[in-house]
């Protein structure tokens, strides 16, 4: 009695407030149906039939959840309706339904889209300061402002290292193998080793290259800065997105060239 459902389930409902959101719909139905619509962060959604009742009307009562509240009353708000908001019946045949959702990879995408907002979040919230200390650099002289971006953006130096990580770690996962490559691969692998002696530091090579990919995202911030106010969307796309990732790939790729 609880099968998998679809998001487009939710497009009869109030919006919900909540970034990363929960849904629960109880609904009864005049012929005495009981179900329950489930949805967790807005990415993995369920039904489920309680049962059959005698004397029940139409009814939802819909309960919006914001996993990230502290304490009430701020965690939850409800919505009360007099129809059935979300018609609900197990699919049939029950394993039909299961097998075309796990080889559409509905869930898998759900999860990884669920993800990926969740690591967005997490870098708003680190950089939130960040963002602010740079955009109150605006207006000061062209030697003061390189020094004090300088400053700035060495503070993220782990951001320019896990983009070298990840191109390297792709490129030798899908490239590693090949023949032709393996002086290329062993070069990024050079490029992205840790100290064997000491895991928590770089050997000079990674250092090195390290720096270099820091004095290159810089200049990109730096000339974005000098035109406009920053936002969040410039920093995403300098250190975690395909932008940053190509700049960080030219300094490691021309270093092997």
Same mark, same amino acid.
């Given at each position: 009695?609880?099968?998998?459902?679809?998001?487009?389930?939710?497009?009869?409902?109030?919006?919900?407030?909540?970034?990363?959101?929960?849904?629960?719909?109880?609904?009864?139905?005049?012929?005495?149906?009981?179900?329950?619509?489930?949805?967790?962060?807005?990415?993995?959604?369920?039904?489920?039939?309680?049962?059959?009742?005698?004397?029940?009307?139409?009814?939802?009562?819909?309960?919006?959840?914001?996993?990230?509240?502290?304490?009430?009353?701020?965690?939850?708000?409800?919505?009360?309706?007099?129809?059935?908001?979300?018609?609900?019946?197990?699919?049939?045949?029950?394993?039909?339904?299961?097998?075309?959702?796990?080889?559409?990879?509905?869930?898998?995408?759900?999860?990884?889209?669920?993800?990926?907002?969740?690591? !967005?979040?997490?870098?708003?919230?680190?950089?939130?300061?960040?963002?602010?200390?740079?955009?109150?650099?605006?207006?000061?002289?062209?030697?003061?402002?390189?020094?004090?971006?300088?400053?700035?953006?060495?503070?993220?130096?782990? !951001?320019?290292?896990?983009?070298? !990580?990840?191109?390297?770690?792709?490129?030798?996962?899908?490239?590693?193998?090949?023949?032709?490559?393996?002086?290329?691969?062993?070069?990024?692998?050079?490029?992205?080793? !840790?100290?064997?002696?000491?895991?928590?530091?770089?050997?000079?090579?990674?250092?090195?290259?390290?720096?270099?990919?820091?004095?290159?995202?810089?200049?990109?911030?730096?000339?974005?800065?000098?035109?406009?106010?920053?936002?969040?969307?410039?920093?995403?796309?300098?250190?975690?997105?395909?932008?940053?990732?190509?700049?960080?790939?030219?300094?490691?790729?021309?270093?092997?060239?």
């Amino acid at each position: 009695f609880t099968w998998w459902e679809r998001a487009d389930k939710l497009t009869g409902l109030p919006p919900n407030p909540f970034r990363f959101r929960h849904t629960i719909v109880v609904m009864t139905s005049a012929s005495g149906e009981a179900t329950v619509f489930v949805s967790l962060f807005q990415a993995l959604h369920f039904g489920v039939r309680l049962g059959t009742l005698t004397g029940l009307a139409a009814k939802s009562v819909v309960v919006f959840i914001d996993p990230q509240a502290e304490r009430p009353p701020n965690d939850i708000q409800e919505h009360r309706s007099d129809t059935v908001l979300i018609p609900l019946a197990p699919p049939d045949p029950m394993h039909s339904h299961l097998e075309r959702n796990v080889r559409e990879r509905v869930n898998e995408a759900a999860l990884q889209g669920l993800l990926a907002e969740i690591e !967005r979040w997490s870098f708003e919230k680190e950089m939130a300061p960040v963002l602010a200390r740079l955009n109150g650099l605006r207006g000061l002289s062209p030697e003061r402002l390189g020094a004090e971006i300088t400053a700035i953006v060495e503070e993220q130096a782990v !951001r320019a290292y896990w983009l070298m !990580r990840h191109i390297g770690g792709e490129f030798i996962e899908t490239r590693g193998n090949n023949p032709m490559l393996q002086p290329a691969a062993q070069h990024i692998r050079s490029l992205i080793a !840790r100290d064997p002696a000491n895991p928590t530091k770089l050997t000079p090579a990674a250092e090195e290259c390290t720096v270099h990919c820091m004095i290159a995202l810089l200049k990109d911030i730096g000339s974005r800065l000098a035109k406009w106010d920053l936002t969040m969307d410039d920093l995403w796309d300098v250190f975690r997105s395909g932008h940053g990732a190509g700049i960080v790939a030219d300094i490691m790729f021309s270093r092997y060239r």
